[in-house]
C-alpha cells in the first residue's frame, strides 16, 4: 500500500499532492475535533493546538522518511547555508506586524510563540515539505505556483470546521496563498525548510498578537511582494536539476479582537 501510494504520487504529482494535501487536512481534523480532548490548561490554552501539530508532523516526517525524502524535501538538511540571507525580506515582513507592539502578558506571549511555532513546524513540512517534493517534476515554477495554490485553499478549513467567517477565510486564502508562493521559490532557493519555519512562526504570531489588523494598504504592498519575490526567486535560483529531478526535487482560535486578515496564515485546531 506504501509503496503504491508513492509509486501514484510520483506518476502523477499533481494528484498525488492533492491526495497528501488532502490526508493531511482529514488527520488534522481528526485529532483536532473527534479523536483528542480539548486540552486547554490554565497555564497552556494553547496545549491542544501544539498536540495536535505534533502528531500531524510526526506523521508527515514519516512518511517522509519512509519514502526516502527526508534530506531531498529539506526536512533533516540545513541547505545551503549561505543562503540563509534570502528569508531575511520575508522576515523583515513578518517583523513589521509587531510595529504597533504586542498584545498580552509574558505567559500568554510564550505560549503562543510555543504554538505558532509547532504550526510553522508542520506547515512547512507538509507544505514546502513533502507536497512540494511530491510537486517537482512539474517543473519549479508550476510546482511553486500548485504549492500556493494548495495551501491557501487548504484554509477554508478554518470556515469548515473552526467557526472562522466566511470573508475572513477568503483573505486567509488570498494571503496564504501568496505566501506559500513565496516559500517554496525560498525552499527551492535554500534547499532546507528550516528558516521558513522561523519566517512562518514570527510572521504568524507578529500577526497574531499585533494589537490590530494591518492597514489594507500594506497588505496589498505584501501581497504583490510576495508574488514579485517569489518570482525572482524561481528565477534566479530554480535550476535544470530542480525542473527535472525525478519523484519530486525538491486553531480557529481568535485572540477576540478583529479576528480578519492578521489570522491568514495560520492553519488552526479549535480548542
Known sequence: MESRWKGHATRHPLWGAVALTLAW????????????????PSWFPDLGAVVVNAVCF???????????????????????????WLAVPMLAVACSYAVAGLEGGARVIV????????????????????????LGPLGVMRAAVAVGVLFGVGHVQNYLFFGAAL?????????????GFACAGL??????????????????FFQIRSP????????????????AFGVWLLRRYGTPGHRRSPAGGSSVRTSGRRPGRRLNRRFTVGY
Open 111 to 134: 505560549g503562543s510563540l510555543v504554538s505558532l511555532l509547532w504550526v510553522a513546524v508542520n506547515e512547512e513540512a507538509y507544505s514546502r515539505g513533502l507536497v512540494q517534493q511530491v
Open 58 to 84: 510526526a506523521g508527515v516526517w514519516c512518511v517522509l522518511w519512509r519514502w526516502g525524502w527526508l534530506r531531498a524535501s529539506g526536512a533533516a538538511t540545513h541547505g545551503r547555508v549561505r543562503r540563509w
Open 187 to 204: 525552499r527551492y532557493a535554500i534547499g532546507s525548510i528550516w528558516p521558513l519555519v522561523v519566517v512562518h512562526a514570527l510572521d504568524d
Open 25 to 40: 487536512h482529514v488527520v488534522l481534523v481528526l485529532f483536532a475535533k473527534v479523536i483528542l480532548p480539548p486540552l486547554a
Open 212 to 227: 490590530g489588523s494591518a492597514p489594507d494598504w500594506w497588505d496589498a504592498i505584501v501581497y504583490v511582494f510576495y508574488a
Open 167 to 179: 470573508d475572513d477565510t477568503l483573505w486567509q486564502m488570498l494571503s496564504a496563498g501568496l505566501f
